[in-house]
Each structure stands twice: as structure tokens, then as C-alpha cells.
């Protein structure tokens, strides 16, 4: 199946601090890019809509310039948490859906896991 | 707004028998519905995966079932393992975005 990574895997950073994630399709094309966050013993929860040349699409109560999208290639989308707080400790996923047969399936990334001290 | 519910919220079964897990969408207007395994602390584990004009998907010891009428889906994994514990996530796919469950933690005990 198709591969999706992410970048790092784990990071610690102090408050205040800004921390990119990055989330690349390996063997796969995507359009469109996903992420998600997920508090510890809760479900993932759409953050926003990555799309190739484009903004980003936000959800409701996400902030957009707190979490700053850019989807500057059809394998890569980066997700910068500005100016990190400790209430943004969590675990990040991507996910990607391929272009190509399975345009409907999506493929996540392993997470990254964010730690604001 | 599509909502997902998954029942039970944990499961616990001795080695060898069946498992059912549950999961119920408010929005039958879904263009497919992806079962998911998540172990502690991991990413997801794509199990499954049913098109909307599918009503089942089978994988080894794993079928999911798809009622859309209903709004309902189930999987099933045959002779259970001590491997399989781990926490099991349904997501819908409604309008191209995917709408989570809350899991359902399943412990195969030895």
C-alpha cells in the first residue's frame, strides 16, 4: 500500500517555541493532505484540509494562524505550530489520498508526537 | 454534521473468540468507511476499507460489514489473538473529509 511519513517522529520544545512537522506521500501523489490532532485516550480530530498551490482549509475552532499549512508539492505538506504552549502537547497525524486507483483511500502517516514543556 | 459512535468503548475477551465491534454514523450520505487499528502511543493501521456501494470487505480473520441505510457498520475478527489488543478506530468519509469514532480498546487476555 501506499506510504506516508512524517517528521520528526517526536520533538520537545519549549514554550514559545515554533515546531514544524512535516508529512510527505513516499511512493504517491496527493492533492490533498489532511491532519489531524489527538489528545491522549481521545479520537483524532480534523484540524484542517491541506490542498497542492492552495490555502488551507481550516476547521471550526482551529486556529489558522496558530497552525500554519503550506502544501508546496504534490508529496509534501508542513504543518508549523507557532509559538508552542504546553496546552499544545498532543500527537499530530497526517494522511494523504492518492491520486491514482485508490483516489478514495486514505493513508496516514505514524504521528508525531509534540511535547511543550 | 456527520457523527460517528463506536460501541463498546472497550472490550475485553479471553484468546479464541469472536469479536464485534460496533460503529454508527448519523450521516448515511458517505462515500466509503475505513476501519483502522491503532496500537499505544502509534499511528493507524488501516484494516479495511468499504465503498459506499459495497456491503462487505473480508481480510484473513477480519470482515467488515456496511449497512448505509441503517447508518451502521461492523467488523468482525475471527479467533481472536493476544496480538489484535489494540484500539480500533472507524472513520466515515462524508463530503471528503473523514469523521472519526472514539474507538473501541480491545484486550485479548492469554
Known amino acids: 500500500g501506499a506510504v506516508v511519513s512524517q517528521h520528526p517522529s517526536r520533538v520537545i520544545c519549549k514554550s514559545g517555541t515554533s515546531v514544524k512537522i512535516e508529512c510527505r506521500s513516499l511512493?504517491?501523489?496527493?492533492?490533498?493532505m489532511f491532519w489531524y490532532r489527538q489528545f491522549p485516550k481521545q479520537s483524532l480530530m480534523l484540524m484542517a484540509t491541506s490542498n497542492e498551490g492552495s490555502k488551507a482549509t481550516y476547521e471550526q475552532g482551529v486556529e489558522k494562524d496558530k497552525f500554519l499549512i503550506n502544501h508546496a508539492s504534490l508529496t509534501l505538506s508542513t504543518l508549523t505550530v507557532t509559538s508552542a504552549h504546553p496546552e499544545d502537547s498532543s500527537f499530530y497525524i497526517c494522511s494523504a489520498r492518492d491520486l491514482g486507483p485508490s483516489y478514495n483511500e486514505q493513508f496516514f502517516g505514524p504521528g508525531t508526537r509534540l511535547t511543550v514543556l | 454534521k456527520q457523527e460517528v459512535t463506536q460501541i463498546p468503548a472497550a472490550l475485553s475477551v479471553p484468546e479464541g473468540e469472536n469479536l464485534v465491534l460496533n460503529c454508527s454514523f448519523t450521516d448515511s450520505a458517505i462515500y466509503n468507511l475505513q476501519w483502522f487499528r491503532q496500537d499505544p502511543g502509534k499511528g493507524l493501521t488501516s484494516l479495511l476499507l468499504?465503498?459506499?456501494?459495497?456491503r462487505e470487505q473480508t481480510s484473513g480473520r477480519l470482515n467488515a460489514s456496511l449497512d448505509k441505510s441503517s447508518g451502521r457498520s461492523t467488523l468482525y475478527i475471527a479467533a481472536s489473538q493476544p496480538g489484535d489488543s489494540a484500539t480500533y478506530l472507524c472513520?466515515?468519509?462524508?463530503?471528503?473529509?473523514?469523521?472519526f469514532g472514539a474507538g473501541t480498546q480491545v484486550v485479548v487476555t492469554p
Open positions: 472513520a466515515a468519509d462524508s463530503w471528503g473529509k473523514f469523521q
Open positions: 468499504i465503498q459506499s456501494s459495497q
Open positions: 511512493d504517491f501523489q496527493a492533492t490533498t
